[in-house]
């Protein structure tokens, strides 16, 4: 916990050389001349304690920009600039401490921070012994490696009868921004699809 100036200058005035040409008093002249040193001294104990409280780009704030400097530019190209403080955190927190073989709740627990929901499906391989004959479908193994990532829709453009020129789109969908984050997740061994549901 950091001290306050009045503990700082208690410390300096201890320092001195025994005497009375230096009293160790915070009312005399030499106490008012070490106060401001006490004060810088309880200011940068009190910065440096703030900045504890930063060592996790989640929490950074002063750190933020330096944190957002180490790691370069956002491989998804987003331009972070026009992110929330908390949405640079999260971003940040989400490259600096990417786990390197994450669960299906992990994938979960990721899209949420980012503000979207989405379920993770994967599969298993049937294996001698444990499948039962009639119930298991028998899927190829490379199938366990995959990963289908299920993700609403935020919006549905169909074409109007009437209203839609020759050479327009029939309908589109538009998406949650999740694919390059999540990929970026996915153990280097794994393949993942995304799948929205209209």
Excluded at 14 to 40: C, H, M, Q, W, Y
Excluded at 61 to 81: F, M, N, Q, S, W
Aim: hydrophobic share 40%; net charge negative; glycine share 6%.
């Amino acid at each position: 916990m950091s001290r306050t100036t009045a503990d700082c200058l208690a410390e300096l005035l201890s320092l001195l050389p025994p005497g009375s040409a230096l009293p160790r008093v915070a009312d005399s002249n030499t106490g008012r001349f070490l106060k401001p040193i006490g004060a810088e001294m309880a200011l940068i104990e009190a910065d440096w304690e703030r900045l504890l409280e930063q060592i996790s780009p989640a929490n950074a704030t002063d750190l933020l920009p330096d944190y957002e400097r180490v790691l370069g530019p956002d491989p998804c190209k987003r331009d972070t600039a026009l992110l929330s403080v908390a949405g640079r955190q999260v971003l940040a927190d989400l490259r600096w401490t990417a786990n390197g073989d994450p669960t299906p709740a992990e994938f979960v627990a990721l899209a949420a921070a980012l503000g979207i929901a989405v379920t993770v499906e994967t599969f298993t391989p049937p294996s001698c012994g444990d499948a039962e004959c009639g119930a298991d479908e028998c899927a190829p193994a490379a199938e366990a490696y995959g990963w289908i990532i299920h993700a609403a829709a935020t919006a549905i453009h169909e074409a109007e009868c009437g209203a839609t020129e020759c050479g327009e789109e029939l309908g589109r969908i538009d998406v949650p921004d999740i694919e390059c984050t999540l990929r970026q997740w996915v153990p280097l061994h794994t393949y993942v699809a995304f799948y929205y549901d209209l």
